[in-house]
Each structure stands twice: as C-alpha cells, then as structure tokens.
C-alpha cells in the first residue's frame, strides 16, 4: 500500500495511574491512542495503537532519572538517553517507550504519511513494533529516555518490511506491565490480541 491511513484516534482519556507519586497526581495525566495503518514503505502496527501519554511526569527538575526509575520499576530494560533520529525508522524486534525528559520536538509517527505529534517535557510515547518514527524538529535541549520490554531488542529498518519482518511483528510479544503506569496501566488495556 502507498498511503497511510489513521484508522483510529481516542483523545483526552482523564486517568490517574496507580503507581505516579503525588507530585504526579496533582497533574491531570492524558492518554492519546492512534491506529495507524500501513504508510508507504512503513508497516506500522495495524492491531496494536500508538499511545501518548500528555503529562506522564511533571516537568521539573532533572526528568530523566525519573524516567528512568519509572521504566526500570516497571519491568522495562535496555534504558538509554538520546534524541530521535530525523529519518524514519521503525523497529521489528520490540515495542518502545520514549519519555521526553526534556525540551520539546515535533515528531512524525506512522510513517511517511502518518500523523505529526507535538510533544514536551513529561510526555511519553509507547509504540508498538513496526510503528514508524522520526524526528521533524526539536529544541536543543530535547532529550528521550527510550525502554523495551524485556527479552525484546530494538533492530532498526529503514526500508520495506518484508514477510519475515512483518511475521515478527505480529509475533512480537505483549508487555507484561506498562512502562508508566505499571501492572494496571492503560497499555494492557488498549493492546490485546484477538
């Protein structure tokens, strides 16, 4: 396919996850989910949406370390501080988390053709393998804490999937937790395998 569809987006989910520190309550965290379909040479994850979670920490102080702590607390490994690459990418050995610890950046998710967020300080992104992403844009002190599920290992394709690569991605196991809001989080509730 050549074009790129959104075949879903659910926006402003009010919720208060279990496992954020008063600081965190005080703040009205929001989820986003998105559904995207293939994009031109992208394939994206047509049963698994996107999720963004607007204000998943408070924007204060030194943020990724909170990050960090949130992610590895929930069970999520191979963490590491960096920016996103400005050409698209996608992954088919994992599902991934960013956090933005810091500035902020427009980002292009779902491949060429797909949606363009704009994201700051506190907000988080959980993409499901296969989803494609780059950077358009950023401050210079814009800064992503990324995670993985564990046992899981983040290849990066930059050109069609072939039938391999898309069996692998819909073999792709689920997260047993969520990187933000842990064992009850929305993640396990918006992503399910029929």
């Given at each position: 396919?050549?074009?790129?569809?959104?075949?879903?987006?659910?926006?402003?989910?009010?919720?208060?996850?279990?496992?954020?520190?008063?600081?965190?309550?005080?703040?009205?965290?929001?989820?986003?989910?998105?559904l995207?379909?293939?994009?031109?040479?992208?394939?994206?994850?047509p049963?698994?949406?996107v999720?963004?979670?607007?204000?998943?920490?408070?924007?204060?102080?030194?943020?990724?370390p909170?990050?960090?702590?949130?992610?590895?607390?929930?069970?999520?490994?191979?963490?590491?501080?960096?920016?996103?690459?400005?050409?698209?990418?996608?992954?088919?050995?994992?599902?991934?988390?960013?956090?933005?610890?810091g500035?902020?950046?427009?980002?292009?998710?779902?491949?060429?053709?797909?949606?363009?967020l704009?994201?700051?300080?506190?907000?988080?992104?959980?993409?499901?393998?296969?989803?494609?992403?780059?950077?358009?844009?950023?401050?210079?002190?814009?800064?992503?804490?990324?995670?993985?599920?564990?046992?899981?290992?983040?290849?990066i394709?930059?050109?069609?999937?072939?039938?391999?690569?898309?069996d692998?991605?819909?073999?792709?196991?689920?997260?047993?937790?969520?990187?933000?809001?842990?064992?009850?989080?929305?993640?396990?509730?918006?992503?399910?395998?029929?």
């Amino acid at each position: 396919m050549s074009f790129a569809r959104i075949s879903a987006v659910n926006r402003s989910i009010k919720t208060t996850p279990p496992s954020l520190d008063s600081m965190t309550s005080a703040a009205d965290v929001t989820i986003e989910t998105i559904l995207f379909e293939f994009s031109d040479w992208v394939p994206n994850n047509p049963d698994l949406p996107v999720l963004i979670y607007r204000n998943a920490i408070p924007a204060e102080g030194e943020m990724a370390p909170k990050f960090e702590d949130r992610f590895q607390s929930n069970g999520w490994q191979g963490i590491w501080r960096n920016g996103v690459f400005d050409y698209q990418h996608y992954h088919t050995g994992a599902h991934e988390v960013l956090g933005i610890a810091g500035g902020r950046a427009r980002l292009l998710i779902g491949g060429p053709a797909g949606a363009e967020l704009s994201v700051h300080a506190g907000d988080c992104l959980i993409l499901p393998a296969g989803t494609g992403h780059r950077r358009i844009d950023a401050s210079r002190d814009f800064l992503v804490v990324g995670a993985y599920p564990p046992g899981q290992d983040a290849d990066i394709q930059t050109g069609p999937a072939d039938q391999v690569q898309l069996d692998t991605i819909a073999r792709l196991p689920l997260p047993k937790t969520d990187p933000v809001e842990g064992a009850d989080g929305a993640l396990l509730r918006a992503w399910s395998r029929r």
